[in-house]
Nanobody, 118 residues
Framework: QVQVVESGGGVVQPGGSLRLSCAAS????????ISWYRQAPGNEREWVATITIPGGITNYAESVKGRFSISRDNTDNVVNLEMISLEPEDTAVYYC???????????WGQGTQVTVSS
């Protein structure tokens, strides 16, 4: 059974930084994608970044390029999202999604709140 668990959210001042982590387990294949999404109150969920496992190829939404960095931990089943220069507009619940390649199956975590406020 695939499990996806996020951690690391919190409250930070504008210009600050946070690191979110996503632990995914239970895959039968060694290849999959890990993506971060976020959803602010009243908004639709939006894609933030994706990394391929084990290739490590990354892709980012324009709104976070240069400020967010997605990477694998030493263990392939942990993916981090490093966020710097945070802005109030980054306030949202951040979700991690795991997905096997060429599959419509998706596995979501429960989400972690990030609040950027002075």
């Amino acid at each position: 059974q695939v499990q996806v668990v996020e951690s690391g959210g919190g409250v930070v001042q504008p210009g600050g930084s946070l690191r979110l982590s996503c632990a995914a387990s239970g895959f039968t294949s060694s290849r999959y994608y890990i993506s971060w999404y976020r959803q602010a109150p009243g908004n639709e969920r939006e894609w933030v970044a994706t990394i391929t496992i084990p290739g490590g190829i990354t892709n980012y939404a324009e709104s976070v390029k240069g400020r967010f960095s997605i990477s694998r931990d030493n263990t392939d089943n942990v993916v981090n999202l490093e966020m710097i220069s945070l802005e109030p507009e980054d306030t949202a619940v951040y979700y991690c999604k795991a997905q096997p390649p060429f599959s419509s199956l998706t596995y979501w975590g429960q989400g972690t709140q990030v609040t950027v406020s002075s």
